[in-house]
T-cell receptor, first 113, second 115 residues
């Protein structure tokens, strides 16, 4: 039972354009969402997060949008840069518990110079 | 600041052998986690610990054991290696934050092949 789904395994975007990565979840108990970025041969690193009480969080070129009614979140990267090429994992948790995180399967982003 | 350190980086095991994947963190985090990542899949939680002496099963614990005798160390033990345990293993740590999600800090991973 995949509670966090990233339906696009890969995405290619031209440098300077917008990258939009999508994520859907099914568990209504999730109230905190995170995006992690992973380069080859490295561990994931935290990118940006959002609480369920918000619908948008912005950090520089990265913005995460949350649509609770649709159980959908998205990560926007503007403008995209070649260094953004990586695998992006969506993650969700119930902040009231032991904070066990459920990860999506990842989307591999390629930014073409 | 080393963060989360995993050893070894690579290992090849024969079926039935045992080994311990080491994980240590220097951030004084209470929470520690072990994940495995199979090709094309997300990270699956194997075991986690909320403090020294306290561990619990995650989503895919079968075939693994853990211990947490200190805050810093959280080793993962494979007793009888099987081909199904071929994967990349990640250790992570975090500090719980009430009302929000704690950011997890990951090690670089251990790539394990069981042949």
């Amino acid at each position: 039972d995949q509670q966090v789904k990233q339906n696009s395994p890969s995405l290619s975007v031209q440098e300077g354009r917008i990258s939009i990565l999508n994520c859907d979840y099914t568990n209504s108990m999730f109230d905190y969402f995170l995006w992690y970025k992973k380069y080859p041969a490295e561990g994931p690193t935290f990118l940006i997060s959002i609480s369920s009480i918000k619908d948008k969080n912005e950090d520089g070129r990265f913005t995460v949008f949350l649509n609770k009614s649709a159980k959908h979140l998205s990560l926007h990267i503007v403008p995209s840069q070649p260094g953004d090429s990586a695998v992006y994992f969506c993650a969700a948790l119930n902040s009231g518990g032991y904070q066990k995180v459920t990860f999506g399967t990842g989307t591999k982003l390629q930014v073409i110079p | 600041n080393a963060g989360v350190t995993q050893t070894p980086k690579f290992r090849i095991l024969k079926i039935g052998q045992s080994m311990t994947l080491q994980c240590t963190q220097d951030m004084n985090h209470n929470y520690m986690y072990w994940y495995r990542q199979d090709p094309g899949m997300g990270l699956k939680l194997i075991y986690y610990s909320v403090g020294a002496g306290i561990t619990d099963k995650g989503e895919v614990p079968n075939g693994y054991n853990v211990s947490r005798s200190t805050t810093e160390d959280f080793p993962l033990r494979l007793e009888l290696a099987a081909p199904s345990q071929t994967s990349v293993y990640f250790c992570a740590s975090s500090t719980p934050q009430s009302g929000s999600g704690a950011i997890q800090y990951f090690g670089a991973g251990t790539r394990l092949s069981v042949l």
